[in-house]
């Protein structure tokens, strides 16, 4: 079926590879920040947030890096697996709003 | 764990139907919204609401209207479908932290085909 990935920008790696995807944020108001992972054919899946008063955040294999300076967010998977094959992307939201404003997306292809 | 169900994965309709796409939620969240997502142009919030019988437009309402009669529904309503709106339709809740961000839970997507 038609996919989202498509006109993606697509980052391929191997497994066991460590995997590093950005995402360039808009708003030097952003104050809140989540990285999604989207399977094909289902719906976005939360991952990992970060806010603004910190510069790192772990989680289990995955690390969110935070750089205000430069408005930018990075997504650090260790150890890639086939099973991350998917699309990522990031949100930013602006405290007291409900709404999220999220990024295009980049695809991860892992191979075996 | 947060749960976001839609009343159906792939629907087809036929241009000039009237559509309803259902969204539940099971964790008493005070926001709901709905997207759409088409290849190349990502997530476009369509609606959202912060509590029952509010709704708010979001960057795309046009062709679409919203109904929040309970805290745990909220239904997108295409009232004449056109194929323009072929796309794929998330759902997503959120719990309202004031003037804390925090994260949208997605339903698993209802894909949309307009003939």
Not at chain 1, 1 to 25: F, K, M, W
Not at chain 1, 68 to 97: M, R, W
Not at chain 1, 99 to 106: I, Q, S, V
Not at chain 2, 97 to 106: M, N, S
């Amino acid at each position: 079926g038609e996919s989202v990935g498509l006109h993606l920008p697509t980052l391929s790696v191997q497994e066991g590879d460590n995997s590093i995807i950005n995402c360039a944020y808009s708003n030097s108001a952003s104050d809140y920040f989540i990285w999604y992972k989207q399977e094909s054919g289902k719906g976005p899946q939360f991952i990992i947030d970060i806010r603004s008063n910190m510069d790192k955040r772990q989680g289990q294999r995955v690390t969110v890096l935070l750089n205000k300076t430069v408005k930018h967010l990075s997504l650090q998977i260790a150890a890639t697996q086939p099973g991350d094959s998917a699309v990522y992307f990031c949100a930013e939201n602006i405290g007291g709003y409900s709404t999220l404003t999220f990024g295009k997306g980049t695809m991860l292809l892992v191979s075996p | 764990d947060v749960k976001v169900t839609q009343s159906s994965r792939y629907l087809v309709k036929r241009t000039g139907e009237k559509v309803f796409l259902e969204c539940v939620q099971d964790m008493d969240h005070e926001n709901m919204f709905w997207y759409r997502q088409d290849p190349g142009l990502g997530l476009r919030l369509i609606y959202f609401s912060y509590d029952v019988k509010m709704k708010e437009k979001g960057d795309i309402p046009e062709g679409y209207s919203v109904s929040r009669e309970k805290k745990e529904r909220f239904s997108l309503i295409l009232e004449s479908a056109s194929t323009n709106q072929t796309s794929m339709y998330l759902c997503a809740s959120s719990l309202s932290l004031g003037h804390l961000g925090e994260t949208q839970y997605f339903g698993p997507g209802t894909r949309l085909l307009v003939l």
